[in-house]
């Protein structure tokens, strides 16, 4: 089934990291999903283990992630089991996909 998420549609709440809001914009029944970050500069983003596969795309800020400085268009993925922290260089738009471990 198609779906359809306008900027409106956004239902941002706190993520427990100060600085640091999301909103799910797709989730399916075996364990992918597909959420937006709003992340302002400096917001502290601690080093975390994936627990599954994790793929992230920049769309408007600049963040620091595995030592590599992200702008708009760059994209990460992150393998599961991989540890990985964001420094937030200034304020950022991001786009994270998770999925399962296999």
């Known amino acids: 089934m198609t779906r ?4 409106a549609d956004h239902d941002w709440r706190a993520t427990g990291i100060a600085g640091v809001e999301k909103t799910v914009l797709w989730r399916s029944s075996h364990g992918m ?3 937006l970050f ?4 400096d917001a502290p983003y601690p080093p975390h283990p994936n627990r599954g596969w994790e793929q992230m795309r920049v769309i408007a800020g600049r963040i620091r992630s595995g030592g590599q400085e992200l702008g708009p268009g760059e994209f990460v993925f992150t393998e599961p089991g991989e540890h990985n922290a964001l420094k937030i260089l200034e304020e950022s738009l991001v ?3 998770f999925g399962p471990a296999s």
């Open 95 to 97: 786009l994270l996909s």
């Open 33 to 35: 999903m597909s959420e």
């Open 38 to 41: 709003r992340l302002k500069k």
């Open 4 to 7: 359809f998420v306008r900027p």
